[in-house]
């Protein structure tokens, strides 16, 4: 198996291409080792020291490191981790985790405008955030304000406020005149 990496604009965060699908449907955020239970493959890499957070797509794995550590140091061992978990046949996601939609459901008077804004996203925003190794999700949209939750290798990105107010902020505006702001979210 051969493994090749990408960096990403989050210069704590690579992009891991194990060559086969790792997660069929979605993605998953483990932003935390507690929050790794759900995937054995996460909970794998949270083992290794200087690891802060897993993000997983559907042919990626992102892997954030703790600024103290030097990506020398730890780039080796998230390989073999990688590489031990898809050889070793276990899942990926245990029976208790699935994996997230990227979707908040948003019912009432603005629900086509929401309907609007999803599309855009997965039409135009997260197959080009998932390039970088993360993806955006939809959390809310409240008297012209649309709340997106950063994820992956774009969550802590020094450039992620520039592509939500910049890129994703005009684009939805473009399109749809009632958003007037895009606002980040933490979860």
Known sequence: MFIQTESTPNPATLKFLPGQTVLEVGTADFPSAEAAEA???????????????????????????????EWDHVKPS???????HFQSGQPVMGDTG??????AEHTGEDGEIVDQIKELLDTRVRPAVAQDGGDITFHGFDRGVVYLHMQGACAGCPSSTITL???IE??????????TEVRPVGV
């Open 78 to 84: 998230i390989l073999g981790a990688i590489m031990e």
């Open 39 to 69: 995937s054995p493959l996460a909970k794998r890499v949270f083992a290794l020291s200087g690891v802060t957070g897993v993000f997983l797509g559907n042919d990626f794995v992102t892997v954030t490191k703790d600024a103290d550590v």
């Open 98 to 103: 699935a994996a997230a939609s990227g979707h």
């Open 170 to 179: 005009n684009l939805l505006r473009h399109y749809i005149p009632e958003v």
């Open 165 to 167: 107010k910049m890129g």
